[in-house]
């Protein structure tokens, strides 16, 4: 069930096989179910105190804990794109005459889709007074990238199933 074969997971990198929520698993109409029953058998893992032979990438277990996410998260599970919003960062972007905008192309099972950032996002230029919160929200939607349902559903079921065992996620993650 966490094999990326089955398109609900997928590893976070080409050097990382850490597992991360497909974005693309929706190909599969009962994608919301098979969440829900993976988390389910998670915290029935957990419940009882056994090892998963798969691992899953850093900022997903900050999630599913309610953790804040930085952008320094982005380095375990994405290199090339932590460096790439490191680089915008740390450089004058009017004086390196990038024009960058408060929107992101990616590809999802070979269609190019585009995210706005913001309302608006394709018709806002990225500039220095702006250039922070472009960061912030490339670091955000790098974390949910269309995985919002997918998330909500695995951890409905591991929060229902926590509120019967006495496991608490929501604080300091150990039982109470």
């Keep these: 069930m966490l094999n990326p074969m089955y398109c609900l997971f997928e590893y976070a990198s080409k ?21 829900k029953f993976v988390g389910r058998i998670i915290a029935l893992a957990l419940f009882h105190n056994k090892y998963i032979d798969k691992g899953f990438t850093l900022p997903f277990y900050k999630r599913i804990l309610d953790k804040p996410l930085t952008m320094l998260d982005l380095k375990s599970i994405d290199e090339d794109f932590y460096n790439s919003l490191k680089w915008v960062k740390e450089n004058d972007l009017e004086e390196c005459g990038l024009e960058l905008y408060f929107a992101h192309e990616f590809d999802v099972l070979g269609e190019v ?15 220095e007074e702006n250039k922070e919160e472009y960061v912030n929200s490339m670091v955000s939607w790098r974390f949910t990238r269309g995985v919002e349902e997918q998330f909500k559903s695995f951890l409905e079921a591991s929060t229902r199933l926590s509120r019967y065992s006495g496991y608490n996620t929501s604080t300091s993650g150990s039982w109470s």
């Design 113 to 127: 889709k585009i995210h706005e950032l913001k309302p608006g996002g394709e018709d806002i230029l990225v500039t």
């Design 15 to 35: 050097n990382n096989y850490s597992l991360q929520i497909n974005p693309a698993s929706y190909i599969n109409p009962h994608h919301l179910t098979y969440f």
